[in-house]
């Protein structure tokens, strides 16, 4: 995105809106989790501002609802009420433009982006109601930057609203046609969220290949994607059940080592596969995924302390097993 000197416009690094979408919300592991310390650091060291539009928070607070329901003992009235506190909190949430929602409706009628035109299980209720949500959030994008001269970045993986790393063409030609083309030009995507604030924001250190195999290799990082992929939820597991007493085992790191310091803390992506069988299946044709993860790593000592599951897919047998890092 290029950069702008005109005095009208924002500054495109310092006090920017970070909007969170539903799916970025969760994985931040918002209030608790680390990544999202991370991510309230990293707004206070720029000066940026976090928000969610109402749509997302409406939808977090019901998760959050029908979760805390299912654990025994838990006052389920008394957990909303935390949970919408700390929402209010953390994030400036951005209400929904008036009639936003019948214009949602029209869109979806029309197949007018960000609606879907038909749902990956072939669920056409599921996608019309995606669809409505999805124009919801964007019509609410659009009237947010419309009141501030910020720069606005989407943090999103929701690809009803990319084509490639951007907004859509139609979304973005709807932007400029609202906002004018110089003003729409900072209202940006960032469809790989987290890492890319990551990597436009936190400060790049070299660590060692030696150092990040240690780290990935580490009981903490096997545990916790065990975890995802046999939970009871299982939000980014392959399409292939994985059953507990299952041997995971571990099968290489691929791609260069990087790490990003925010604070005091140290923040590793990596991309990491994954055996289902153990090493007695190497030889006939065990099940491979693929996960990328994000590491939370003290600076000294190097330790991990957190461990986010990204994505998990399912992967190819390695074919030359020296293309890995080990």
């Not at 969610?52 to 329901?69: C, N, Y």
């Not at 003290?298 to 992967?315: K, N, Q, R």
Request: one cysteine or more; hydrophobic letters at 45%.
């Amino acid at each position: 995105m290029r950069r702008l000197t005109s005095p009208y416009l924002p500054d495109t690094d310092r006090g920017a809106l970070i909007v969170l979408d539903t799916d970025q919300l969760e994985l931040a592991g918002f209030p608790e989790g680390g990544v999202f310390r991370m991510l309230h650091t990293m707004a206070n060291l720029h000066g940026h501002t976090l928000a969610v539009p109402q749509t997302v928070a409406m939808e977090h607070l019901a998760h959050h609802h029908f979760v805390a329901q299912q654990l025994a003992g838990s006052s389920s009235e008394d957990a909303g009420r935390r949970r919408r506190e700390a929402l209010h909190a953390y994030f400036t949430i951005l209400p929904t433009p008036e009639g936003a929602a019948e214009e949602a409706l029209d869109r979806v009628t029309a197949r007018r982006l960000p609606a879907r035109a038909a749902s990956v299980d072939g669920d056409v209720g599921k996608a019309e109601a995606h669809g409505i949500g999805d124009t919801v959030v964007w019509l609410t994008l659009l009237a947010a930057f419309e009141d501030r001269n910020q720069m606005l970045w989407f943090l999103s993986g929701n690809q009803a609203f990319a084509a490639r790393t951007a907004f859509h063409p139609d979304l973005r030609a709807e932007a400029e046609q609202r906002l004018g083309t110089d003003r729409s030009l900072f209202l940006g995507l960032m469809q790989d969220g987290i890492l890319a604030l990551l990597r436009r924001w936190g400060t790049r250190v070299t660590i060692s290949a030696q150092h990040l195999d240690v780290l990935v290799r580490s009981e903490s990082v096997g545990q916790q994607v065990r975890a995802v992929i046999t939970g009871p939820v299982r939000p980014f597991a392959p399409n292939f059940p994985v059953p507990d007493t299952v041997p995971l085992a571990f099968d290489g790191r691929l791609g260069v080592p990087v790490a990003y310091q925010v604070d005091d803390r140290l923040w590793m992506p990596s991309r990491i596969r994954w055996r289902v069988g153990g090493e007695e299946h190497t030889c006939s044709g065990s099940s491979v995924i693929m996960t990328r993860v994000l590491l939370e790593v003290s600076v000294e000592p190097m330790l991990v302390l957190g461990v986010t599951v990204l994505d998990v897919s399912i992967a190819e047998p390695s074919a030359t097993r020296g293309r890995y890092a080990t």
